[in-house]
Every structure is written in structure tokens, then in C-alpha cells.
């Protein structure tokens, strides 16, 4: 059941991806509002699906790299979802969407199969840490896109290329204000995530920081984020400031995760 609740998210996940792929084509947010409610749908069958795979493995279904990469597309689009609640930004789905659904494809390659966690890494706290972090990661991704849709409308603007496209994008406050809250909140989870995976590091190898190459890329893109916070907070950077920083720190932290996957041998290793 869980495989099969999974394979029907993935195609809602896809045909929410067309929704608002085509809203765009068409201009018109009513088909957005459509693709959003199509979203919600997938969105409640992959909760499904984690409901049924912890039913069947007896672990939180977070531990594997596949599985990681389902748990940020489901935490992604149900962030995105909230954000519905508040504020007009339906077409911002179109970015969304297909990058939720690429995750699920990629999600779904080995999906299937066994998981072995070496024993260092079984315990309480360590799906605590993963998810957490997975959670504040996919805020980030949240406010890269609200910063990318943010630079294309304000391009489109100052060129005075307004049209009934534009006409149907989100707000710029409305973008701006994803892109704050995001990483207001996403801050602090990755940094509760790292604070409980140093607590289970000094508990299995005791001491906090082993200078492992995932600990360093992940500190590095932390401080990056921190400083990124700071001039929100403290000097006030809004809009395109914002919006580009935010597309720079999550450039940075996705091409960190690549690296250290590819190049180096890290203790997180859980495949």
C-alpha cells in the first residue's frame, strides 16, 4: 500500500505540475487555483504514503536518501500550501510544483528498496535531526523560488513589459513576505536540526563536531543563511536584495549537497 500510495501521489504530483505549467500558457489564475487544490490532493496522499511505510518498516520514513528527497518534496509543497492561506500567490505553484514532482522522480528510483543504517546512525534523535533540517531546507527552497519569481516580475517591470502575463503573477510584497517568513522559520529548524545532531554525535563518537564533510558544507551554508537573516532583520534588506541572496545561499547549499555526495566519504552515508 505504501508503494501504491505513493505512485498515486507521484501522478498527482504531475498533473498539479501541467495545472500550473498551463496556467502560465493560458493566463489565468483560475486554472492555478485549480492546480492548487490538484496539489492538496497529493499532498494528502503522501502522507499517505509515510502513514503506510512507518505502518510496514516500523521507522520514520526519512533515513534514506530517496526517501529524504520524498520527505522535502512532501514538506516543500505542504509550506506552500500554508502560505495559500495567507497570502494571493497561486502562480508561484508553477515553480513549485514541477520541482516537488522532479524530487518525487527522483525520489522514486530507489524508493523500493532496503535500507541499511549503519549503527552509529540508529537511534531517537537522529530521525529528530533529519527531518528537522530536511524541514528548514525546504523553507530555503521556498524562499529561492519566491526570490526567483520576485527578480522575473521586477525585471519585467523596470523593462515596462507589462502584459496580462504579468498581470497574473503574485505580488512583489507578497513574494517578498514568503521569502522573509521562510527564512525566518527555516533558520532556526536547521538550526535545531544541527543542535540535536551534535547532541547524538557526542553521544555515538563523544564529541561534538568531527569535522565530517557534511558537518562543514552544512555550517558553512548555516553562517551563510545567518548573515543572509541579519541584514533582513538588522538593516532591513527587502526585495531584490533578498530575493538574490536567497537564490546565491540555496545555489550554495544545493551544490554543497552535491559535492559532498559525489567527492567525499561522510559519515552520513545511510543508503
Known amino acids: 500500500m505504501d508503494i501504491l500510495s505513493f505512485k498515486v501521489a507521484l501522478a498527482i504530483y504531475f498533473i498539479s505540475a501541467l495545472g500550473y505549467l498551463t496556467s502560465l500558457y493560458v493566463r489565468r489564475v483560475l486554472v492555478a487555483k485549480i492546480a492548487t487544490w ?8 503522501h502522507t499517505i504514503f509515510f502513514v503506510f511505510r512507518y505502518a510496514g518498516t516500523g521507522q520514520i520514513p526519512i533515513m534514506s536518501l530517496h526517501e529524504t528527497l520524498s520527505f ?5 509543497s505542504g509550506i506552500y500550501l500554508a ?66 519569481m520576485y527578480l522575473i516580475q521586477e525585471g519585467l517591470i523596470k523593462n515596462k513589459k507589462m502584459s496580462s502575463f504579468t498581470r497574473i503573477l503574485p505580488s512583489l510584497t507578497d513574494l517578498d513576505r514568503i521569502n522573509h517568513i521562510s527564512l525566518l522559520w527555516g533558520f532556526p529548524l536547521l538550526t535545531l536540526g544541527i543542535l540535536v545532531g551534535s547532541i547524538w554525535a557526542r553521544t555515538v563518537w563523544g564529541s561534538l563536531w568531527q569535522w565530517d564533510p557534511k558537518q562543514v558544507w552544512t555550517l ?46 561522510t559519515a552520513h552515508t545511510f543508503i
Not at 522535502?72 to 516543500?76: K, L, R
Not at 552509529?120 to 523553507?139: C, I
Open 220 to 265: 558553512t551554508a548555516w553562517i551563510f543563511y545567518a548573515l543572509i537573516l541579519h541584514q533582513r532583520i538588522a538593516i532591513g534588506w527587502k526585495g531584490r536584495k533578498a530575493a538574490l541572496s536567497s537564490l546565491l545561499a540555496f545555489g550554495f547549499l544545493l551544490a554543497s549537497f552535491v559535492i559532498v555526495t559525489l567527492c567525499f566519504v
Open 72 to 76: 522535502f518534496a512532501w514538506a516543500m
Open 83 to 148: 502560505f495559500q492561506l495567507k497570502t494571493k500567490t497561486r502562480i508561484l505553484g508553477a515553480f513549485v510544483s514541477p520541482v516537488a514532482f522532479l524530487l518525487m522522480i527522483l525520489a522514486s528510483v530507489g524508493l523500493g528498496g532496503p535500507v541499511s543504517i549503519p549503527p552509529a546512525l540508529q537511534g531517537n534523535l537522529v530521525p529528530v535531526h533529519v527531518a528537522l533540517a530536511v524541514m528548514g531546507e525546504a523553507l530555503f527552497a521556498l524562499a529561492s523560488l519566491a526570490g526567483a
Open 38 to 45: 490538484v496539489l492538496t490532493v497529493a499532498f494528502i496522499n
